[in-house]
């Protein structure tokens, strides 16, 4: 199917092939009939892409800090790749969408229906049930595609909370603003429109509007005082996009005494109290579509809010739009300047600088259902290889940030096969696929399972689906790769036994099962095994890890679908120890930071102690609430009248080693190449697994008995 991306970092917009979504519980499949092109919002981000990358930095000063950290504490190196990773991902565009159910999650829609929805300009988009709304019988396609953007100034329009006869201002007439015209005169309000655009103040005329035409040098505060009566307007919504900070002071100037204004749009925020003071006047920031947008419980996870405490939200102020349509108080018509068809939609986005364009249309023609529904596309020229079977043949489940980033270009310098790769999505597939030269994408997990020709399986998704991934895969006689956790709980842990001594039993089996513990393998840990391999005594290990805040709601943090940190990350931590020990854990006791009142309490901030069975002992310190400037991991090793120190993967230190006093790197490594070229390499080499089996589980199960220690 097409979709139209945005690339980043160079601007350029295109028009790529990828597969079909996959439809999943809580989620709707849409066959897209139209979508409206946001001019703001699609405009915004083409000048963001084409920007200088000085530019770029200097309208986003927040993630500058965010480098600027990240070079502190990783080394300019990884700071720069990362930055051109992000920058280099291309973006799906467009978020206004109508279109018709090819297949239905969710309770109350079926195939067939058609509905509205923040799906992007692709012929099929995957929309959560909570963005999605039915189109009513006598609304057209084209029409519905407004929906979401009028929600943004119907949502504009209920925090200003208008009354009959209200003289009310709209600064800004573009889609957003016109409709917004519309709505508050169905509301009651008188209205007077403000653009420099005279065919859009022509518009907001003909819905009813007096207008003030800055291109005529009309004088907005003079026309505004008139339109009141002398007593200035009641209040103000701002739906345009300017970085001048004289936007408020004019809007503010308009108001009477306790007039409010609501910004829907973007401009400069330096507000000055002397405006907002004298006259008490209030001032609030809309949120896109309303209540719901950007929660995760209530956009991704389906959860909706109780009508008797929250009204509106964005999907019924979706319901609430496509009612004003049905009635034709809401005309869209007049709105739209062009017509694409999607195949054409390029030169849609080469007149969104001509002053003339307005409403711009993508259009989708039918199409037999089992092309759009295609999971699978080729992402390389490669023709398919007659492989040896001592080839190791790898096909990747999950297609994010870190396995595009770290897995994936580690796999391809090992001398493996790269062959196909899953998403659910489609897009990172496709896109990943064919920068690392997969042979194809694909949505579906069972295109890569009943691939004969595919061996190893690297699985990358998020933590929840790892378990049973690993089992199907084992069933199918697949080695296996999962980065890490293998398991959010014993009973996962169980099943991937049974099912891994299973099919480990068969006579011709030879399958390696092997977890991204990659800091084994790391260059300054493995010196650091060297020079303990010659000392006798116990050891006393302690590696303090200042993991950085992440919010209680992000999906790491989620028992169900993360595990949480210690899990989903300190497990790292634990199988170092066991590395670096090179004996049976014993017993082991953990300790989080108490409850306060004021504090969001997770286990992220954590103090683990472990014994071993030849008597070393182990702490780890998991913290996620120090500073991003100092060094996120630093291990420090006690023997025998001498210490090693690492220091975040860069420096390392002996005292009383003989001949060895430090090893530094220019670069971070945490061994992430090392380790999948170690794993690649035991299948050429018809070796075991890098890492045994038995030390997988023991590090797997003692994380997980820490975690639960916890609860």
């Known amino acids: 199917m097409k979709q139209i991306l945005q690339n980043l970092s160079n601007g350029k917009t295109l028009i790529s092939e990828v597969p079909c979504p996959k439809c999943d519980s809580g989620s709707i499949l849409i066959a897209s009939r139209n979508t409206l092109i946001s001019a703001g919002t699609e405009k915004m981000l083409l000048d963001f892409g084409t920007a200088s990358l000085f530019n770029k930095a200097r309208q986003q000063p927040e993630k500058v800090k965010m480098v600027l950290d990240k070079i502190r504490s990783d080394g300019l190196l990884l700071a720069v790749d990362a930055v051109r990773s992000k920058l280099a991902q291309p973006i799906p565009l467009g978020y206004c969408n109508a279109g018709e159910i090819l297949e239905s999650g969710v309770q109350g829609y079926s195939k067939g229906d058609r509905v509205v929805s923040n799906g992007s300009h692709a012929e099929v988009v995957r929309v959560a049930k909570n963005l999605c709304a039915k189109i009513p019988d006598n609304v057209d396609d084209e029409s519905a595609a407004f929906t979401v953007l009028a929600a943004v100034g119907l949502q504009g329009i209920r925090l200003i909370k208008p009354t009959i006869g209200e003289a009310m201002v709209v600064m800004g007439l573009g889609l957003v603003g016109l409709m917004t015209v519309q709505m508050l005169r169905a509301n009651g309000c008188r209205v007077l429109a403000i653009d420099y655009n005279k065919e859009r103040c022509q518009l907001a005329s003909e819905f009813g509007a007096e207008i003030v035409n800055l291109s005529n040098d ?207 999505a489609g897009l990172s597939g496709s896109y990943n696929g064919e920068r690392a030269g997969f042979i194809g994408a694909t949505t579906e997990l069972d295109d890569l399972i009943s691939d004969g020709q595919i061996n190893t399986v690297v699985i990358a998704t998020r933590h929840n689906f790892h378990a049973s991934q690993v089992k199907s895969i084992l069933e199918s006689g697949k080695n296996v790769f999962v980065e890490k956790p293998l398991a959010l709980n014993l009973k996962e842990l169980e099943e991937i036994d049974k099912t891994y001594r299973k099919v480990s039993s068969r006579s011709d089996s030879s399958l390696r099962l092997m977890v991204g513990y990659n800091r084994r393998f790391a260059p300054h840990i493995l010196k650091m095994k060297t020079l303990l391999q010659n000392k006798r005594e116990p050891k006393a290990i302690i590696i303090t890890i200042n993991a950085g805040r992440i919010s209680k709601d992000h999906w790491t943090q989620d028992p169900q679908i993360g595990g949480g940190r210690i899990i989903g990350e300190a497990c790292h931590f634990v199988d170092l120890l066991r590395f670096l020990v090179g004996s049976t854990f014993k017993d082991y006791k953990a300790m989080s930071i108490g409850n306060h009142s004021s504090l969001e309490i997770t286990d992220d901030k954590v103090v683990m102690n472990f014994s071993f069975e030849d008597g070393s002992i182990g702490t780890i310190h998991y913290l996620a609430n120090g500073g991003k400037v100092f060094p996120k991991e630093r291990i420090e090793v ?74």
């Open 638 to 711: 006690f023997c025998e009248d001498s210490v090693l120190q690492l220091d975040n993967y860069r420096s390392l230190r002996g005292y009383g080693f003989p001949g060895f006093k430090k090893m530094n790197l220019l670069k971070q490594d945490k061994g992430q190449n090392a380790c999948a070229k170690a794993f690649i390499d035991s299948i050429l080499q018809a070796k075991p697994s890098p890492i045994t089996y038995d030390e997988i589980i023991e590090s797997t199960k003692i994380s997980i008995l820490v975690a639960d220690s916890l609860n």
């Open 218 to 424: 009309d004088e907005p505060l003079t026309i505004s005082k008139s339109f009141s009566r002398g007593r200035g307007v009641d209040g103000v919504i701002i739906a345009l996009s300017s970085q001048s900070h004289e936007v408020i002071h004019q809007a503010a100037e308009m108001c009477r005494k306790r007039g409010r204004i609501v910004l829907v749009g973007v401009t400069g925020l330096n507000l000055r109290r002397d405006d907002f003071f004298k006259k008490e006047l209030s001032f609030q920031v809309s949120s896109s579509y309303g209540p719901g947008r950007y929660d995760k419980y209530y956009e991704n996870d389906g959860h909706d809010y109780p009508i008797g405490f929250v009204r509106w939200t964005e999907q019924r102020n979706f319901e609430a739009v496509l009612d004003l349509m049905a009635t034709g108080v809401l005309n869209v018509k007049p709105l739209i300047s062009h017509r694409f068809e999607i195949s054409e939609a390029l030169k849609a986005y080469e007149v969104l600088n001509d002053s003339s364009s307005l409403g711009i249309i993508i259009d989708y023609p039918e199409q037999d259902e089992s092309l759009l529904r295609n999971s699978f596309i080729k992402t390389s020229q490669k023709i398919e290889e007659n492989y040896l079977s001592s080839d190791a043949i790898v096909g990747f489940v999950g297609a994010g940030n870190y396995a595009s980033r770290v897995l994936i270009p580690a796999f391809k310098n090992t001398g493996a096969k790269l062959h196909k790769i899953v998403s659910s």
